[in-house]
């Protein structure tokens, strides 16, 4: 539409009623947003809300008389001091006074704030003397910032002139107080903001790499150097052009997303939540299936935070010599072409890095070499931003870079500091094509709380860690410091999911690249294969532990078949281990660690003994049962006690259990006399990987449904169970619990859940399921159930369920399987983000396997019940 902003001269004094203004500020609203659906620019849109809202203010400052009040004047301050207004930014106002207000003033000022509320504007106004200026902006910074953005709308142009003079003066906030504060202000912002800026619910404004940190930049400008805009500061050292213009370009795109984002909303919000992200990507014009919109959206922003933390931390820099005079005077010759100054490497010569190309990578080889290198210095770290922009070809095309490259992999310390630098400032996405792909690579899930890049990156930070951190990885460590190429684990690691976001499955992909990589860098076919094996299978590890009944051999058997030797299963578990702890700060568990231990050293006996030479069942029962009495006659049971209840039990319990689960629950049993009530026993050894509950129970259709709700009730995570019966009709069931955060129950707890628990089994019709509110996080995640049926043993079959994690998913699925006529033996629990990734061992109550008829009616029961809608 066609729209002229208001002004003195299109309004009448009648007009300025409340309901022509309401109307006339929604028509403007709508045109403004009519004209970012046509991709007009962003900045003008932002500045023509600013200068329509300027034109309001000043109207009805006239108005209501307050232009008859000689000594008042109406300042915008803040963002709206700097000329610009998102659709919901606050519009913030000082209305200043030389010396005082008088009743007089104080009313008409009162009038003109009320008339702002009944327009619905988001006003932060204060009302103050020059004298209250100043001492409330010396007292605090916040005041102070927003006071320096001061810029005159209307009243009396004198008194802002005495406003500036007093920002102006030195001693109202010296530049040298104000850069270490703000400073200080940024460090502590991106700590409130989860620190990186790579939060899946990002905060545009205040995360690292938002708008806050350019206008920390522009703000430190101004205090110290005068100027009104950095495009001032480019005819001196301290921005260049072409800096300007990234981060001019950087602004827009934050501009974009955050004007869309209050357009969805319409609230003045600056966390891109799951809840909005969707609509604010259809809203840009991001298109495509699935998550798709969301994920360009998503890398865009990542991309554009990269840069400007990157320009931030430079220019920062130089702010801190030019301000406070910290120049570093120390310097020890590296060689001839880098040096030392203070603990930050130097260029020798600016020319050095378009003139030889492989010196970018000589840089970060002297990083790894030199521990006395903290970072890079600022004219360097310029040089390598402005040549790493105008490459023509792959670093890694360069024989020189692959050799300094391979150096660096090999490096002890190389896979430290000097990695986390080459990914921070953008030479791994120069030198690796596959890389720069996943710079910014979202993954629109609950599980993955970083993106592709900045997953990679913490994974080889958690490898390169291992070696400090026994007491965290205590197997892993051990593992490590015995491998004999440990750069085989390290290229595994930057390749294992380099293919996300390509068609097809990302480890099959990448195990591709991984392979041409490699050879491209002079490894031997061996070494080769090794990596892209690892890439291949680094998910297998994992699946197998936690997804997949490891207490039967031949799941262990499967598993060493596909490793086939131990040194692929030593590399396989340290890359397992590393990759799990890098993709979500709660993923990592004492169960999950647990989990990964015991296959690890059941597949290392496998591999041992020979594949050709699979392990005797009954051997290890035997075993087991063996190591089990030697503990019980400890605790003064008699052998004889102790296989009289044994024979109770079918043969599968004492491969199920260990010897130390055998003797606790033999020790119990015999001591309870009462066979017709439940016997509950929950661990409460501190030691142990998660929180057992053991419940022996005269077999009922609802004990798993009544058990897991109660569990449930509790808050608490389900990770395993083993639903077991006696030869005479008895259940004998442990569940694998612990808190939500991961930790183990408390001994208070403990006890109420024993209780109740108990309760259940006396009475299951009584027991209800607590109404739990869906996590706002998960409401944009849900998605259609799948189930599959796997091969299995003979009368058994094993199920397969990925379906939406909402609250009592598993009661659900216990009661289906109870009503279906189907007896359950094992439930494999896994949560991943608001996925319930699930693997159940079930037989018909006759003892068989389902025939395919079952299989159908069991698949549409789950369907129909575990859809979100």
């Not at 030697?630 to 209840?645: F, H, M, N, S, W």
């Not at 009503?819 to 983000?833: N, Q, R, W």
Request: hydrophobic share 40%; proline share 3%.
């Amino acid at each position: 539409m066609d729209f002229e902003p208001l002004s003195p001269n299109n309004i009448s004094k009648d007009n300025l009623t409340l309901p022509f203004l309401k109307n006339h500020l929604n028509e403007f609203r709508e045109w403004q947003l009519e004209s970012f659906k046509r991709k007009h620019k962003i900045a003008e849109i932002v500045t023509l809300r600013a200068r329509y809202i300027d034109q309001l203010l000043s109207r009805l400052w006239d108005h209501l008389g307050l232009a008859s009040c000689d000594d008042l004047c109406l300042v915008a301050v803040g963002g709206y001091g700097r000329g610009e207004l998102h659709p919901k930014s606050d519009i913030d106002l000082l209305i200043l006074s030389k010396e005082g207000f008088n009743e007089a003033s104080e009313n008409k000022i009162s009038a003109f704030i009320t008339q702002l509320w009944d327009l619905k504007l988001d006003i932060g106004n204060s009302v103050r003397t020059l004298k209250d200026c100043f001492e409330q902006g010396s007292a605090d910074i916040t005041v102070a910032t927003s006071m320096i953005e001061a810029r005159y709308l209307s009243g009396n142009q004198q008194t802002f002139e005495e406003l500036t003079a007093l920002i102006d003066d030195k001693t109202f906030w010296p530049s040298d107080q104000f850069f270490t504060i703000k400073k200080e202000e940024q460090i502590k912002r991106h700590k409130n903001c989860r620190g990186d800026g790579y939060n899946l619910e990002p905060d545009l404004k205040n995360g690292s790499g938002g708008l806050r940190d350019i206008q920390t930049i522009a703000w430190i400008a101004k205090r110290h150097f005068g100027v009104n805009s950095l495009i001032e500061l480019t005819g001196s050292n301290y921005i260049t052009q072409g800096e300007y213009r990234e981060l001019v370009d950087c602004q827009a795109l934050l501009w974009t997303i955050r004007f869309a984002l209050h357009s969805v909303t319409n609230r003045p919000d600056n966390r891109l939540l799951f809840d909005y992200q969707t609509e604010v990507s259809r809203l840009l014009g991001y298109s495509g299936s699935g998550n798709t919109a969301v994920e360009q959206m998503m890398k865009a922003f990542y991309q554009t935070i990269h840069r400007v933390k990157e320009l931030n931390e430079m220019l920062l820099q130089y702010f801190d010599e030019a301000i406070l005079g910290n120049i570093a005077t120390h310097i020890e010759n590296i060689d001839q072409n880098f040096q030392l100054r203070e603990d930050m490497i130097e260029l020798k010569s600016k020319s050095l890095f378009n003139e030889q190309p492989e010196s970018i990578l000589q840089l970060f080889l002297h990083i790894a070499e030199n521990p006395k290198i903290k970072g890079i210095y600022s004219p360097t770290l310029r040089e390598l931003h402005g040549v790493r922009r105008c490459l023509t070809h792959w670093l890694q095309n360069i024989p020189e870079c692959r050799d300094i490259f391979m150096e660096i992999i090999r490096h002890p310390r190389g896979m430290g500091l000097a990695f986390t630098l080459m990914h921070k400032y953008g030479v791994l996405a120069a030198y690796i094509p596959q890389w720069s792909r996943i710079v910014g690579q979202m993954q629109f899930d609950l599980f993955h709380a970083y993106t592709v890049d900045e997953h990679t990156h913490k994974l080889i930070n958690n490898i390169y860690n291992f070696t400090a951190n026994k007491q965290i990885y205590p197997l892993t460590t051990d593992i490590y410091n015995e491998l004999d190429k440990p750069e085989l684990l390290f290229l595994a690691g930057i390749f294992h999911d380099i293919a996300k976001g390509q068609k097809g499955d990302h480890s099959t992909l990448g195990a591709v690249d991984a392979r041409a990589f490699c050879e491209l860098h002079g490894l031997s076919r061996y070494e080769s294969k090794t990596v892209a094996w690892l890439v291949k299978e680094h998910l297998t590890m994992s699946v197998t532990a936690q997804r997949r009944d490891i207490s039967d051999p031949r799941v262990v058997i499967k598993f060493a078949k596909i490793v086939r030797d131990e040194k692929r299963l030593n590399l396989l578990q340290c890359l397992t281990v590393a990759d799990i702890r890098a993709t979500n700060e709660e993923t990592w568990n004492s169960w999950k660690a647990a989990l990964l231990r015991d296959l690890y050293f059941s597949t290392l006996k496998v591999l041992r003994r020979g594949l050709e030479n699979p392990p005797d069942i009954r051997d290890l029962i035997r075993d087991r049962q063996r190591k089990s009495l030697a503990i019980l006659r400890e605790q003064g049971i008699t052998d004889t006690q102790a296989k009289t209840l044994w024979k109770r039990f079918k043969l599968d319990y004492f491969f199920r259990y260990r010897s130390q689960q055998i003797a606790w629950h033999t020790k119990n049993l015999l001591a309870h006399k009462d066979h017709s009530l439940p016997m509950v026993l929950i661990s409460e050894q501190k030691s142990s990987e998660a929180t057992e509950i053991f419940v022996y129970q005269k077999e009922m259709p609802a004990l798993f449904s009544s058990v897991v709700t109660i569990i449930d009730n509790k808050k608490l995570n389900i990770h395993d169970a083993k639903i077991l019966s006696s030869r005479d009709d008895f259940s004998l069931s442990t569940f694998t619990v612990l808190e939500e955060d991961g930790s183990h129950l408390d001994p208070e707890k403990i006890q109420r859940l024993k209780k109740a628990i108990e309760m259940a089994l006396l009475a299951p019709e009584k027991v209800n399921r607590q109404q739990t509110r869906l996590a706002r996080v998960k409401r944009q995640f849900k998605f259609e159930p799948q189930v599959t049926f796997l091969p299995t043993r003979r009368k058994r079959t094993q199920i397969e369920l990925v379906a939406f994690d909402a609250p009592g998913i598993l009661a659900d699925i216990g009661e289906i399987f109870r009503f279906s006529g189907m007896v359950l033996f094992t439930a494999k629990i896994t949560t991943i983000g608001e996925r319930a990734e699930d693997l159940f061992i079930i037989s018909t109550v006759e003892g068989n396997a389902l025939t395919e008829q079952q299989e159908e009616n069991l698949k549409a029961q789950l369907m129909t019940k575990l859809s979100p809608e």
